[in-house]
């Protein structure tokens, strides 16, 4: 079994700062890609930031300058530092993990249950 779990979201005024941490573990040979995704109320789930395991990131428009990702290849790790934070990233956030359990199995993502951040104006 693979688990992701996620810490740090909360409530949050306009402007101010939260951190997110995801942490992958159980039967892992390898991870490709760790990431973050969020999902508000009545639209589809999109991509915040992500980091491949060389150490190259995507981030989404709207957060560009304001969310870092970082990653702990070692503790199997991500963080998500965002600030300047907007009404508009109020969300559910989800972490992502894109791996392979053995060497011979196939590229699978996983995701963790989700944390809720709230950005108040």
């Known amino acids: 079994q693979v688990q992701l779990v996620e810490s740090g979201g909360g409530l949050v005024q306009a402007g101010g700062s939260l951190r997110l941490s995801c942490a992958a573990s159980?039967?892992?040979?390898?991870?490709?890609?760790m990431g973050w995704y969020r999902q508000a109320p009545g639209k589809q789930r999109e991509l915040v930031a992500a980091?491949?395991?060389?150490?190259?990131?995507n981030y989404a428009d709207s957060v560009k300058g304001r969310f870092t990702i970082s990653r702990d290849n070692a503790k199997d790790m991500i963080d998500l530092q965002m600030n300047s934070l907007k009404p508009e990233d109020t969300a559910v956030y989800y972490c992502?993990?894109?791996?392979?359990?053995?060497?011979?199995?196939?590229?699978?993502?996983?995701w963790g249950q989700g944390t809720q951040v709230t950005v108040s104006s």
């Open positions: 992502n993990a894109n791996l392979k359990r053995t060497r011979l199995s196939g590229w699978l993502d996983y």
């Open positions: 159980g039967s892992i040979f390898s991870i490709r890609t």
């Open positions: 980091m491949l395991s060389g150490g190259s990131t």
